[in-house]
């Protein structure tokens, strides 16, 4: 079992950008999501460790980057340009199996999340 811990969220104007971090997890392969109050949750972005593969939601595509640091044990989110419509808690989750990236049921291991906010 792995306990995953997020950091880097915060209050953001837009057009800025963030960095989040998924610590304990550069050996798992990582997605993220978001999750606005009443609303479902929804990928984000994910890195399959296996394949070096990653990918993104097309609401964030060419806006953020996820890395992974082996020496840190670290999986980042970079997030540019960041909207209102970012703002959410952003949740880093780990799979043990491969397979779907994009859909929350199939991961193993979730943070408790962190707060990002864009103000306009």
């Known amino acids: 079992q792995v306990r995953l811990l997020e950091s880097g969220g915060g209050l953001v104007q837009a057009g800025g950008s963030l960095r989040l971090s998924c610590a304990a997890a550069s050996r798992y392969n990582i997605g993220w999501f978001r999750q606005t109050p009443g609303k479902e949750r929804e990928f984000v972005a994910a890195h399959n460790w296996s394949a070096g593969n990653t990918y993104y939601a097309d609401s964030v595509k060419g806006r953020s980057t996820i890395s992974r640091d082996n020496a840190k044990n670290t999986v980042y989110l970079q997030m540019d340009s960041l909207k209102p419509e970012d703002t959410a808690v952003y949740y880093c989750?780990?799979?043990?199996?491969?397979?779907?990236?994009?859909?929350?049921?199939?991961?193993?291991?979730w943070g408790q999340g962190t707060q990002v906010t864009v103000s306009s």
């Open positions: 989750a780990a799979k043990i199996r491969m397979g779907s990236y994009s859909q929350p049921y199939t991961y193993d291991y």
